[in-house]
């Protein structure tokens, strides 16, 4: 049995997104402390919708899939309606149970926009 399934692979690998521009209105960093996960973030907000997510991860996997996922899918989306991404396939995969020991590696990128956006 494979140690990651190709689904996560691609899902990290689809990172358009990866690479941050320094131009962003809003930015932040954090650390998952339980695995030492880190990812920096930067977003552009105008009239209070997401216009573009940028990042840089030094993570596992789970994590890379979790930010390439979100920053793929936030554009245009209302600051208010965040948390609504979890409700897309890519992330109901990564939240399953199968891979419930790796919650907080899936959770940190969108935990660090929410920290953005307060910022």
């Known amino acids: 049995k494979k140690m990651i399934e190709n689904k996560i692979i691609e899902m990290a690998n689809n990172a358009k997104f990866n690479g941050l ?7 932040t960093s954090l650390k998952n ?7 920096k973030v930067e977003i552009k907000i105008k009239n209070r919708k997401i216009k573009e997510m940028r990042y ?8 890379e899939a979790s930010a390439s ?3 793929n899918n936030v554009k245009n ?5 965040i948390d ?10 990564l939240l399953s ?8 590696c899936v ?5 660090a926009i929410k920290k953005a956006i307060k910022t």
């Open 107 to 111: 959770m940190l990128p969108l935990e």
């Open 69 to 71: 996922l979100l920053s």
């Open 77 to 81: 989306k209302k600051i208010s309606d």
């Open 33 to 39: 402390k339980k695995c030492g996960d880190k990812i």
């Open 56 to 63: 840089e991860t030094e993570s596992c996997i789970f994590c």
């Open 84 to 93: 609504k991404i979890k409700k897309i396939d890519g992330f109901k995969y």
């Open 21 to 27: 521009k320094k131009d962003s209105t809003h930015s």
């Open 97 to 104: 149970k199968k891979f419930i020991s790796r919650k907080d």
